[in-house]
């Protein structure tokens, strides 16, 4: 239980002392009642004696009496009525309320802080902790003072109305006080008149009520003098009148009003009254707030008059007052005020009244100190010369007829009892006085004597005597079956053998047990056994037995009585939290219930209180049911009392949990919750918008887009995709646009990226970089997209949805024009505001709401957050199913019920990381993506592409248009792409002079431009010369920005203009996504903002066309040789490596043509005239063409740009290779064929490499780049078209195959790791043995055949031609030996053996690219076919010291047929 002011030693004798009435005279009332007093309240706070008492007992010895108070009441012939006793303890309970701001009363419960005493709410930390120690060392502590003062008054005033009852004598009175005035005419009569009327009271069988202990009361005269104004002779000899007459012992006179009541604000005298009429005055009130009649205060009172003992002095019967006909709580049952003259009893409408009539009046004016003294006086010489004698003596009587009753045996006394007890009821069988509450005694009954002389023992404190009477009591009672005086006996025995000096014996709880189930059980009477659990769980309680108190409170709670049930199971719930290991579940789980019945008794805010104390345990455990249940009580008591701040934050705590109530539970929540809003909004309409809680916004998540949205395509028109908030973040895309804008803006500021580029960010949002603040253009919208999440399984439904926004205008100079506060749809000149009507999120729905504002003014501008109506759908429907309900915009949801409110959109930053404090500390950056500053107008353009192809085939070339329009007020120049495909398009060149312009022209002419030719040319090389730097290439650049050619430069406002673009699929099959960025500047500068981009990702899906492979090399033929240089033989291998998907029939090749600096090709080797060279599905073709070296005069003249394009044509259409776009593909690809790695020889550029390695390393290499271009047949609806494409195959190295595409790399083995220390860090770069072979170029010329009469002559004799030419530029020593034998079996088997004849080594020297020839001759000595290629060449450079020697042999064999004549 909750801890108690009082022990429980000092409460129960507070609880039962001996009872006095008091009989005044009228004018004896009046004089009381010139302090606002009755006699009964004037002597209520001197009762308790300040010193011992000492008395004896029947055994004469000597029995000390501690601290012995009197209970003074007026008489009161009604009992009062149950239901005005329970009407008083509700408003005692009321009015007994936690101070509000008070300190709390913490009891710290382990891991718990639990806040007693007021509402606060102290949260708690882990749930399952061990605990005991902690609270071990609370017990110690000053924290544990938890109290309940609203249970203590509830006990107070509960035992102190408990009506007198015939089974025991507790509040029986002992004595009455008869008391008249000095002033009276004749006192002493009076003084008779009041002993009569007491005795009539007492004796007359009319008054059922108020009992009397023995019929022998004492009766003790009170003279009461008026010091002011009465006649203190007179009072002086009255008073030894009644001396002489009723004895020292029985009378006194007692002075008060010692001054006047006109001086009672001179001087400032204590009241001692108050803190007990305080209470009384709630007690004894009649006027209840929830009554169903009002007692209104008499209009003929002379003043507000206080009277708290329940006095009416209502009809005269012989002069004496008859003010004793009703109890101060019956319950008047007719609506009307009683017709009192002089009525002392002024009634309240509610405790508050009371307060404040009690606080105006002043009680005790006329008394001054002495007179306080003299009434202490009073009491003590009242208890000291007649309360006390009385009650030994009437002790000693009754002990007396004890023990004579014990003298008697067993029968004979039974037959003195029937004897006795002739008026008792006629016994009754055992089964029907378990039933029933057993036997009536009649008053003068031997057992009642027992039970009268415990009661006295138990009063005066002699608490041995007490238990064995009440002991022997209990037999009788129990052999009588007398249930309810048993249970009587056995609760008073019980507390006597607790209450025993030296604890001789255990506390007997079972007796009370006992009592208790007799009371409620076979009795049926609630108020004895409530008084029995209140008695025993304060004695549990003192002995530390808190589980056992918890289990007796509990056991009383019941249906019949609300108060009483949640005042113990909060008891209860005490015990459990105050136990050596706290329950603190427990206590929480019976504050709930104590809350809850504190609510159905009425008493709201008590149970307000109590929830929230046990919130303190349920809070963030987990228990989000019991959490929500708690929460919404706490919300609805709140709103009754009308706390509607905490009634909103409660149910505000039910909607923002992640909650696990159903649909419907969840959407009374939420009316509840709006209704509740809807009040608090009412209070304050013109107050700031309040924060809603529902629903949650995912700040982080919200993205922020500047500009307009995009256009949807047009037919064959389609826009550029550039960015919207419909795209996914992509980082590494973001980083490939980055790279592509810095690119463009370096080129555009001559290879420099200003220090003040920032990259351009049109979507901000978690991912990008919110640092700086954005700029957005005005006029251009800004859509805010703010994610919402329904965590609700009702819909809900927001309306008029909009930004809640603040906007500092600024002048062109950037100065502050004015401060415009937070607006939501003010200020439309300045910035437009998009309202959604209508926006519905569904049961657990995560939905984007996509909020726009229009700038019209430049300035800063701040997004605070989002405004709306906050409600749910008529009916709480919940929209599962697809078109379950119409749309969100349509104006359809009737709403049940809204509130307008707000939420503020506040984000993070990133959490910095960079110097050692932020690493140390948790410090974010800013995030300013809500903050754009406004700036001055800029260009804006839309770009269109017309005819753009999805899908194309590797290699093909497609001809497309493009639109740029200017959609500003302001002229655009500067207009450049950037790509990181740049090999994909190109704009061409002098495309003025190329037709058709328009799209719609184009549809069926070629994409090249093209020469008809006549069938003479034919196999035959037509020669045409182009720079790289014409097509607005250079094979050197990384990434180039392409100058898009508008005329003059400039595009105007509203302006045009369509521009021809070539593409060329890529030569890698597959989906290819490709990225353009647009850069384009206006023409006035921007301080802010220097240029603005457009992106545009184009996917295009390619499937596979040609396969291109060709080789060169070295041609040994002699003939048609005009430089010095030789020629060689290309061949051009095409595979058909299309599948018919799509739809391809067949590829026609049209033209195969070279470029080079270089080499040109001359003619077709194999070509045949007639055939068409075209390639079905799968097949392959090979070319071969002769190539000869550019004239020399020609590549004087050329620069080193200069590329010589040499086209032999299929057919009798030329396609001219040098010219757009054909030439611009070639460059393209050539740029990006020189961005690839090289092969591993040239891969290591940082070693030093000699020269003359570089020479012969020159030998080999061949700079010629092969163009084979195709057209394609296709059948596509039924229609045929024709594709055009090119393959680009660039051979870098004799003798090596050059492919159109990458080949796939084979992944290498898996080799095992060696560790090794290099001893020789610089390794000498030979050349390879294929580069040495190149060196010297070697052919044989001889006949083919030779016939020879091997008859007639045995030795034949062949002469053999060997033409050195050297292939360097530089002077080569040679050496020619003719010794060399075949070994090699293979060879000897296919060819037979002969000699050489002659000089057998020749040595000789070759100038810069020279030819030399060697006349050698063969013998023969039978016939056969022989290979001629056995010469050995060895070859170095002259200047040289390093000789590099090997063989150059001749890769084909030389073979002669050797014939006999």
Same mark, same amino acid.
């Given at each position: 239980?909750?801890?108690?002011?009082?022990?429980?030693?000092?409460?129960? $004798?507070?609880?039962?002392?001996?009872?006095?009435?008091?009989?005044?005279?009228?004018?004896?009332?009046?004089?009381?009642?010139?302090?606002?007093?009755?006699?009964?309240?004037?002597?209520? $706070?001197?009762?308790?004696?300040?010193?011992?008492?000492?008395?004896?007992?029947?055994?004469?010895?000597?029995?000390?009496?501690? %601290?012995?108070?009197?209970?003074?009441?007026?008489?009161?012939?009604?009992?009062?009525?149950?239901?005005?006793?329970?009407?008083?303890?509700?408003?005692? /309970?009321?009015?007994?309320?936690?101070?509000?701001?008070? /300190?709390?009363?913490?009891?710290?419960?382990?891991?718990?802080?639990?806040?007693?005493?007021?509402?606060?709410?102290?949260?708690?930390?882990?749930?399952?902790?061990?605990?005991?120690? @902690?609270?071990?060392?609370?017990?110690?502590?000053?924290?544990?003072?938890?109290?309940?003062?609203?249970?203590?008054?509830?006990?107070?005033?509960?035992?102190?109305?408990?009506?007198?009852?015939?089974?025991?004598?507790? %509040?029986?009175?002992?004595?009455?006080?008869?008391?008249?005035?000095?002033?009276?005419?004749?006192?002493?009569?009076?003084?008779?008149?009041?002993?009569?009327?007491? &005795?009539?009271?007492?004796?007359?069988?009319?008054?059922?009520?108020?009992?009397?202990?023995?019929?022998?009361?004492?009766?003790?005269?009170?003279?009461?003098?008026?010091?002011?104004?009465?006649?203190?002779?007179?009072?002086?000899?009255?008073?030894?009148?009644?001396?002489?007459?009723?004895?020292?012992?029985?009378?006194?006179?007692?002075?008060?009003?010692?001054?006047?009541?006109?001086?009672?604000?001179?001087?400032?005298?204590?009241?001692?009254?108050?803190?007990?009429?305080?209470?009384?005055?709630?007690?004894?009130?009649?006027?209840?707030?929830?009554?169903?009649?009002?007692?209104?205060?008499?209009?003929?009172?002379?003043?507000? !008059?206080?009277?708290?003992?329940?006095?009416?002095?209502?009809?005269? *019967?012989?002069?004496?007052?008859?003010?004793?006909?009703?109890?101060?709580?019956?319950?008047?049952?007719?609506?009307?005020?009683?017709?009192?003259? #002089?009525?002392?009893?002024?009634?309240?409408?509610?405790?508050?009244?009371?307060?404040?009539?009690?606080?105006?009046?002043?009680? #005790?004016?006329?008394?001054?100190? @002495?007179?306080?003294?003299?009434?202490?006086?009073?009491?003590?010489?009242?208890?000291?010369?007649?309360?006390?004698?009385?009650?030994?003596?009437?002790?000693?009587?009754?002990?007396?007829?004890?023990?004579?009753?014990?003298?008697?045996?067993?029968?004979?006394?039974?037959?003195?009892?029937?004897?006795?007890?002739?008026?008792?009821?006629?016994?009754?069988?055992?089964?029907?006085?378990?039933?029933?509450?057993?036997?009536?005694?009649?008053?003068?009954?031997?057992?009642?004597?027992?039970?009268?002389?415990?009661?006295?023992?138990?009063?005066?404190?002699?608490?041995?005597?007490?238990?064995?009477?009440?002991?022997?009591?209990?037999?009788?009672?129990?052999?009588?079956?007398?249930?309810?005086?048993?249970?009587?006996?056995?609760?008073?025995?019980?507390?006597?053998?607790?209450?025993?000096?030296?604890?001789?014996?255990?506390?007997?709880?079972?007796?009370?047990?006992?009592?208790?189930?007799?009371?409620?059980?076979?009795?049926?009477?609630?108020?004895?056994?409530?008084?029995? *659990?209140?008695?025993?769980?304060?004695?549990?309680?003192?002995?530390?037995?808190?589980?056992?108190?918890?289990?007796?409170?509990?056991?009383?709670?019941?249906?019949?009585?609300?108060?009483?049930?949640?005042?113990?199971?909060?008891?209860?719930?005490?015990?459990?939290? %105050?136990?050596?290991?706290?329950?603190?579940?427990?206590?929480?789980?019976?504050?709930?219930?104590?809350?809850?019945?504190?609510?159905?008794?009425?008493?709201?805010? &008590?149970?307000?209180?109590?929830?929230?104390?046990?919130?303190?345990?349920?809070?963030?455990?987990?228990?989000?049911?019991?959490?929500?249940?708690?929460?919404?009580?706490?919300?609805?008591?709140?709103?009754?009392?009308?706390?509607?701040?905490?009634?909103?934050?409660?149910?505000?705590?039910?909607?923002?949990?992640?909650?696990?109530?159903?649909?419907?539970?969840?959407?009374?929540?939420?009316?509840?919750?709006?209704?509740?809003?809807?009040?608090?909004?009412?209070?304050?309409?013109?107050?700031?918008?309040?924060?809603?809680?529902?629903?949650?916004?995912?700040?982080?998540?919200?993205?922020?887009?500047?500009?307009?949205?995009?256009?949807?395509?047009?037919?064959?028109?389609?826009?550029?995709?550039?960015?919207?908030?419909?795209?996914?973040?992509?980082?590494?895309?973001?980083?490939?646009?980055?790279?592509?804008?810095?690119?463009?803006?370096?080129?555009?500021?001559?290879?420099?990226?200003?220090?003040?580029?920032?990259?351009?960010?049109?979507?901000?949002?978690?991912?990008?970089?919110?640092?700086?603040?954005?700029?957005?253009? /005005?006029?251009?919208?800004?859509?805010?997209?703010?994610?919402?999440?329904?965590?609700?399984?009702?819909?809900?439904?927001?309306?008029?949805?909009?930004?809640?926004?603040?906007?500092?205008?600024?002048?062109?100079?950037?100065?502050?024009?004015?401060?415009?506060?937070?607006?939501?749809?003010?200020?439309?000149?300045?910035?437009?505001?998009?309202?959604?009507?209508?926006?519905?999120?569904?049961?657990?729905?995560?939905?984007?709401?996509?909020?726009?504002?229009?700038?019209? &003014?430049?300035?800063?501008?701040?997004?605070?957050?989002?405004?709306?109506?906050?409600?749910?759908?008529?009916?709480?429907?919940?929209?599962?199913?697809?078109?379950?309900?119409?749309?969100?915009?349509?104006?359809?949801?009737?709403?049940?019920?809204?509130?307008?409110?707000?939420?503020?959109?506040?984000?993070?930053?990133?959490?910095?990381?960079?110097?050692?404090?932020?690493?140390?500390?948790?410090?974010?950056?800013?995030?300013?993506?809500?903050?754009?500053?406004?700036?001055?107008?800029?260009?804006?353009?839309?770009?269109?592409?017309?005819?753009?192809?999805?899908?194309?085939?590797?290699?093909?070339?497609?001809?497309?248009?493009?639109?740029?329009?200017?959609?500003?007020?302001?002229?655009?120049?500067?207009?450049?792409?950037?790509?990181?495909?740049?090999?994909?398009?190109?704009?061409?060149?002098?495309?003025?002079?190329?037709?058709?312009?328009?799209?719609?022209?184009?549809?069926?002419?070629?994409?090249?431009?093209?020469?008809?030719?006549?069938?003479?040319?034919?196999?035959?090389?037509?020669?045409?010369?182009?720079?790289?730097?014409?097509?607005?290439?250079?094979?050197?650049?990384?990434?180039?920005?392409?100058?898009?050619?508008?005329?003059?430069?400039?595009?105007?406002?509203?302006?045009?203009?369509?521009?021809?673009?070539?593409?060329?699929?890529?030569?890698?099959? #597959?989906?290819?996504?490709?990225?353009?960025?647009?850069?384009?500047?206006?023409?006035?500068?921007?301080?802010?903002?220097?240029?603005?981009?457009?992106?545009?990702?184009?996917?295009?899906?390619?499937?596979?066309?040609?396969?291109?492979?060709?080789?060169?090399?070295?041609?040994?033929?002699?003939?048609?040789?005009?430089?010095?240089?030789?020629?060689?033989?290309?061949?051009?291998?095409?595979?058909?490596?299309?599948?018919?998907?799509?739809?391809?029939?067949?590829?026609?090749?049209?033209?195969?043509?070279?470029?080079?600096?270089?080499?040109?090709? &001359?003619?077709?080797?194999?070509?045949?005239?007639?055939?068409?060279?075209?390639?079905?599905?799968?097949?392959?073709?090979?070319?071969?063409?002769?190539? /000869?070296?550019?004239?020399?005069?020609?590549?004087?003249?050329?620069?080193?740009?200069?590329?010589?394009?040499?086209?032999?044509?299929?057919?009798?259409?030329?396609?001219?290779?040098?010219?757009?776009?054909?030439?611009?593909?070639?460059?393209?690809?050539?740029?990006?064929? !020189?961005?690839? $790695?090289?092969?591993?020889?040239?891969?290591?550029?940082?070693?030093?490499?000699?020269?003359?390695?570089?020479?012969?390393?020159?030998?080999?290499?061949?700079?010629?780049?092969?163009?084979?271009?195709?057209?394609?047949?296709?059948?596509?609806?039924?229609?045929?078209?024709?594709?055009?494409?090119?393959?680009?195959?660039?051979?870098?190295?004799?003798?090596?195959?050059?492919?159109?595409?990458?080949?796939?790399?084979?992944?290498?083995?898996?080799?095992?790791?060696?560790?090794?220390?290099?001893?020789?860090?610089? *390794?000498?770069?030979?050349?390879?043995?294929?580069?040495?072979?190149?060196?010297?170029?070697?052919?044989?010329?001889?006949?083919?055949?030779?016939?020879?009469?091997?008859?007639?002559?045995?030795?034949?004799?062949?002469?053999?031609?060997?033409?050195?030419?050297?292939?360097?530029?530089?002077?080569?020593?040679?050496?020619?030996?003719?010794?060399?034998?075949?070994?090699?079996?293979?060879?000897?088997?296919?060819?037979?053996?002969?000699?050489?004849?002659?000089?057998?080594?020749?040595?000789?020297?070759?100038?810069?690219?020279?030819?030399?020839?060697?006349?050698?001759?063969?013998?023969? *000595?039978?016939?056969?076919?022989?290979?001629?290629? @056995?010469?050995?060449?060895?070859?170095?450079?002259?200047?040289?010291? @390093?000789?590099?020697?090997?063989?150059?042999? %001749?890769?084909?064999?030389?073979?002669?047929?050797?014939?006999?004549?």
């Amino acid at each position: 239980m909750a801890q108690c002011v009082q022990s429980v030693q000092e409460l129960i $004798p507070d609880s039962f002392v001996p009872c006095v009435a008091a009989l005044c005279s009228d004018e004896a009332e009046r004089l009381t009642r010139l302090n606002h007093l009755s006699f009964a309240e004037l002597l209520k $706070p001197f009762s308790r004696l300040t010193s011992e008492v000492h008395m004896r007992d029947p055994n004469n010895q000597l029995h000390i009496i501690k %601290n012995l108070k009197i209970a003074v009441s007026n008489i009161v012939t009604q009992p009062p009525q149950p239901g005005a006793i329970g009407k008083l303890l509700n408003d005692v /309970v009321s009015g007994s309320q936690p101070a509000e701001g008070s /300190v709390a009363n913490v009891i710290t419960a382990g891991d718990y802080d639990l806040n007693i005493s007021d509402r606060s709410i102290k949260a708690s930390v882990p749930w399952y902790s061990n605990w005991k120690d @902690t609270f071990m060392e609370l017990k110690e502590s000053s924290l544990y003072t938890a109290t309940t003062p609203w249970f203590e008054s509830y006990r107070e005033t509960f035992l102190q109305s408990m009506p007198a009852s015939d089974h025991e004598f507790l %509040n029986h009175y002992l004595a009455c006080m008869l008391v008249a005035s000095s002033g009276e005419a004749e006192p002493m009569e009076q003084f008779s008149k009041l002993s009569q009327e007491q &005795h009539r009271i007492q004796h007359n069988s009319d008054y059922s009520y108020p009992k009397w202990f023995i019929p022998n009361t004492l009766k003790y005269y009170v003279l009461l003098h008026d010091v002011t104004s009465g006649d203190e002779q007179r009072a002086e000899s009255i008073y030894e009148e009644m001396k002489q007459k009723y004895g020292t012992q029985g009378c006194y006179l007692l002075k008060i009003n010692s001054r006047a009541p006109n001086r009672a604000s001179d001087e400032q005298i204590p009241d001692p009254w108050s803190q007990y009429l305080q209470k009384n005055s709630i007690q004894h009130q009649e006027s209840y707030e929830d009554g169903p009649c009002t007692l209104t205060s008499n209009k003929n009172s002379d003043s507000n !008059l206080l009277s708290l003992d329940g006095l009416d002095n209502e009809v005269k *019967v012989d002069g004496l007052p008859n003010n004793f006909r009703v109890h101060p709580l019956q319950l008047d049952q007719c609506g009307d005020p009683p017709n009192t003259d #002089g009525s002392d009893h002024t009634k309240f409408a509610s405790v508050h009244e009371t307060k404040k009539a009690s606080t105006g009046v002043i009680r #005790g004016a006329c008394l001054t100190l @002495t007179d306080h003294d003299r009434i202490r006086q009073f009491i003590q010489e009242f208890t000291f010369r007649g309360l006390l004698p009385h009650i030994e003596k009437t002790i000693r009587q009754l002990n007396d007829q004890l023990i004579s009753r014990k003298g008697l045996s067993r029968s004979l006394f039974s037959a003195t009892k029937k004897w006795f007890s002739g008026s008792k009821v006629p016994e009754k069988s055992i089964n029907e006085l378990k039933n029933t509450s057993g036997l009536l005694y009649p008053p003068e009954a031997p057992e009642l004597q027992i039970r009268k002389m415990a009661d006295l023992c138990f009063l005066v404190q002699h608490y041995d005597l007490a238990y064995s009477c009440y002991h022997t009591a209990k037999k009788d009672f129990l052999n009588d079956q007398a249930m309810l005086y048993a249970a009587g006996a056995l609760e008073m025995a019980a507390v006597s053998a607790f209450l025993q000096p030296g604890a001789p014996r255990p506390y007997p709880a079972h007796y009370m047990d006992t009592a208790i189930q007799t009371y409620r059980d076979i009795c049926k009477n609630m108020v004895l056994a409530e008084r029995c *659990v209140l008695l025993s769980a304060e004695i549990l309680k003192s002995q530390s037995k808190y589980s056992e108190a918890a289990a007796l409170l509990i056991r009383l709670t019941s249906e019949d009585s609300d108060l009483r049930s949640a005042l113990l199971l909060e008891q209860a719930a005490h015990c459990f939290i %105050n136990m050596k290991s706290p329950m603190v579940r427990k206590y929480a789980f019976h504050m709930i219930l104590a809350g809850h019945r504190f609510s159905k008794a009425g008493q709201k805010k &008590h149970a307000l209180r109590c929830y929230c104390q046990a919130m303190q345990v349920y809070k963030g455990k987990g228990w989000s049911l019991a959490e929500d249940h708690i929460n919404f009580t706490i919300g609805r008591q709140s709103y009754t009392l009308r706390q509607l701040d905490n009634a909103v934050s409660a149910f505000r705590h039910i909607l923002i949990n992640e909650s696990k109530q159903s649909a419907a539970q969840q959407g009374a929540f939420l009316r509840e919750y709006l209704y509740v809003y809807k009040n608090v909004n009412q209070l304050s309409p013109d107050g700031p918008l309040p924060q809603l809680p529902l629903p949650y916004i995912n700040s982080s998540a919200t993205r922020v887009f500047f500009g307009h949205d995009r256009r949807p395509a047009d037919g064959e028109k389609q826009a550029a995709t550039h960015i919207s908030l419909d795209q996914e973040y992509d980082s590494e895309s973001s980083q490939q646009w980055r790279e592509l804008e810095e690119h463009v803006v370096a080129v555009a500021n001559k290879g420099v990226i200003p220090s003040s580029f920032y990259p351009t960010q049109y979507c901000l949002n978690s991912y990008s970089d919110n640092s700086r603040f954005p700029l957005a253009v /005005v006029e251009e919208p800004i859509t805010v997209e703010v994610a919402f999440r329904n965590p609700l399984k009702v819909p809900l439904l927001l309306s008029d949805l909009s930004l809640l926004w603040r906007f500092q205008p600024k002048d062109a100079n950037g100065k502050d024009i004015e401060t415009v506060r937070e607006r939501v749809t003010g200020e439309p000149e300045m910035i437009g505001t998009e309202v959604i009507s209508e926006f519905l999120i569904n049961s657990e729905e995560s939905k984007v709401a996509r909020l726009k504002l229009f700038p019209h &003014h430049i300035g800063e501008l701040h997004i605070l957050g989002v405004v709306y109506n906050l409600g749910t759908i008529q009916g709480s429907v919940t929209v599962d199913g697809i078109g379950a309900l119409p749309g969100c915009h349509t104006g359809k949801h009737s709403l049940s019920m809204s509130v307008r409110g707000r939420q503020d959109l506040e984000i993070q930053g990133p959490r910095l990381n960079n110097t050692k404090e932020e690493k140390t500390s948790v410090k974010y950056g800013p995030d300013r993506r809500l903050d754009p500053i406004i700036t001055e107008e800029m260009p804006l353009l839309e770009v269109f592409f017309i005819h753009f192809p999805t899908g194309l085939l590797c290699g093909e070339i497609r001809k497309a248009y493009v639109e740029f329009v200017n959609v500003s007020k302001c002229p655009l120049t500067g207009l450049k792409v950037v790509s990181k495909r740049p090999e994909f398009f190109t704009f061409g060149v002098n495309t003025a002079a190329l037709t058709p312009l328009s799209p719609s022209t184009s549809e069926n002419c070629s994409a090249y431009k093209t020469v008809v030719t006549g069938a003479a040319s034919a196999g035959t090389a037509l020669v045409s010369c182009a720079s790289s730097g014409d097509f607005g290439t250079s094979t050197g650049q990384q990434l180039e920005a392409i100058p898009v050619p508008l005329p003059d430069a400039v595009l105007l406002p509203g302006a045009s203009v369509q521009l021809p673009m070539w593409l060329r699929g890529p030569d890698e099959e #597959g989906v290819h996504e490709i990225n353009f960025l647009f850069y384009y500047e206006s023409v006035k500068k921007q301080p802010k903002r220097r240029h603005r981009i457009l992106r545009h990702t184009a996917v295009i899906c390619t499937s596979r066309s040609l396969n291109v492979r060709a080789t060169v090399c070295r041609s040994n033929s002699l003939e048609d040789e005009e430089g010095r240089g030789g020629n060689m033989l290309v061949f051009v291998d095409v595979e058909n490596t299309n599948t018919s998907e799509a739809g391809v029939k067949e590829f026609h090749m049209v033209q195969v043509s070279s470029s080079s600096k270089h080499w040109q090709l &001359h003619k077709s080797v194999n070509i045949s005239e007639n055939k068409d060279a075209k390639l079905a599905s799968r097949e392959k073709g090979k070319f071969c063409f002769k190539a /000869v070296r550019c004239k020399q005069k020609e590549a004087a003249i050329q620069s080193s740009e200069k590329y010589t394009f040499a086209d032999i044509i299929f057919g009798n259409e030329q396609i001219i290779s040098s010219a757009s776009p054909c030439a611009d593909f070639f460059y393209r690809s050539l740029s990006s064929e !020189l961005k690839k $790695p090289q092969d591993p020889l040239s891969a290591h550029p940082e070693k030093p490499v000699d020269d003359a390695v570089r020479l012969i390393q020159k030998c080999s290499e061949v700079d010629l780049n092969i163009v084979v271009l195709w057209k394609a047949y296709v059948v596509e609806d039924n229609k045929q078209l024709i594709l055009e494409g090119q393959h680009h195959v660039v051979v870098r190295t004799l003798g090596k195959e050059a492919f159109s595409q990458s080949q796939k790399q084979e992944p290498p083995e898996m080799e095992l790791l060696k560790f090794f220390r290099p001893e020789n860090t610089t *390794v000498s770069t030979r050349p390879s043995v294929e580069q040495l072979s190149n060196l010297i170029k070697t052919s044989l010329h001889y006949p083919e055949s030779f016939h020879h009469p091997f008859h007639q002559k045995s030795l034949c004799l062949v002469p053999v031609t060997l033409l050195l030419s050297n292939c360097s530029k530089a002077d080569v020593d040679v050496i020619v030996d003719l010794r060399h034998k075949t070994t090699s079996p293979e060879a000897l088997e296919t060819h037979g053996s002969f000699t050489w004849l002659g000089q057998t080594q020749y040595k000789l020297q070759l100038k810069s690219e020279e030819t030399q020839s060697l006349q050698l001759k063969a013998c023969f *000595v039978h016939t056969g076919v022989y290979n001629l290629g @056995t010469p050995r060449v060895f070859a170095k450079l002259s200047d040289q010291v @390093t000789v590099f020697e090997t063989s150059q042999q %001749n890769s084909m064999p030389a073979l002669i047929i050797i014939n006999n004549a």
